[in-house]
């Protein structure tokens, strides 16, 4: 467990106090929560390779998000979720119509997950390995996102088609079973270019290590550059300084070589159809007799209109 400074122990015990109230949290006391809760409180977050997303870099991610059904893999409390809700485009006032997100986030630390279902308490929350989820029969996703530990953590299996030490390729391995589309942090030796340092796609950097070799190999994905994110930029990280990169999916496009285990979609339940305006009802013309009827002013003139 690391050791906080006064400024951010004050602040941790504000977030932790606004998490024990017993009510729906505002918007700005989430925003509280998720600025300040401590990943660093938990003694194993070293050891899980758990430190949660700049909250800046999270709302950059939502140009890679698409559609209406998204999960969050190794969630922490839930950052990347919350900073891709599409909160106010989605409202029912919106011009755009849009149906509010399903999101489903799985994390198996239950400390997490606690903080996270009071910034999150719309979406499914799964305390569980992420590397058990293909076999949970969630149905298939629109976009997987994920800032998953990175390198030789622990684990408890392999995903399915990839038999390397690495967790952010497993995490990877295991979305293609169950999302159309993918947007990931991995460290920057994990994707094969560089945006690092080299803003905009015209410097991008091919660069595809052999780590990434074996893992395209053995799965079939590709791991394609982002829409030109410098992850040098974001600053916010607590306790390291990772050197990132940000690698976008199309899972249906470029199918992973398992793709045979995908699971079916679920139908979503149909969104309630707006309230109909009433038409007013005309009655029906009632036939004057020709002898009763008068010309008309068109008529009377000479003219016809």
């Not at 839930?78 to 909160?87: I, K, P, Q, V």
């Not at 793709?259 to 149909?270: H, I, T």
Request: contains cysteine; aromatic residues 8%; hydrophobic residues 40%.
């Amino acid at each position: 467990m690391a050791v906080l400074s006064k400024e951010d122990a004050k602040n941790h015990r504000e977030a932790c106090a606004l998490v024990a109230l017993d009510r729906d949290l505002t918007e700005d006391e989430k925003d509280i929560v998720l600025r300040y809760w401590q990943e660093s409180s938990n003694v194993t977050n070293k050891l899980d390779g758990a430190f949660f997303t700049p909250e800046t870099l999270a709302y950059d991610l939502q140009f890679h998000v698409h559609g209406d059904r998204i999960i969050d893999l190794c969630a922490g409390i839930g950052t990347l979720a919350y900073c891709n809700r599409e909160l106010y485009a989605r409202q029912p006032w919106n011009s755009q119509d849009l149906p509010p997100r399903e999101i489903v986030c799985v994390e198996k630390n239950p400390a997490y997950v606690a903080v996270g279902r009071k910034l999150l308490p719309e979406a499914t929350w799964i305390c569980g390995d992420v590397l058990d989820v293909p076999g949970m029969g969630l149905g298939t996703f629109d976009t997987a996102i994920a800032n998953p530990p990175f390198g030789r953590i622990k684990r408890s299996g392999n995903a399915p088609g990839y038999t390397g030490p690495y967790f952010e390729y497993h995490a990877i391995a295991v979305a293609s079973l169950i999302a159309r589309n993918g947007a990931f942090i991995v460290p920057d030796w994990a994707a094969p270019f560089r945006h690092i340092g080299r803003p905009g796609h015209r410097n991008l950097d091919r660069h595809e290590s052999a780590r990434y070799a074996a893992f395209h190999r053995q799965t079939g994905i590709v791991l394609r550059d982002n829409v030109g994110i410098d992850a040098s930029m974001y600053e916010g990280w607590r306790g390291v300084s990772p050197h990132i990169e940000v690698v976008a999916c199309d899972f249906e496009e470029e199918p992973p070589k398992a793709l045979a285990s995908r699971a079916p979609r679920p139908q979503r339940a149909a969104r309630p159809p707006k309230a109909a305006v009433p038409v007013p009802v005309t009655a029906p013309p009632v036939a004057v007799p020709a002898e009763e009827a008068e010309p008309s002013e068109a008529h009377a003139d000479g003219f016809l209109f």
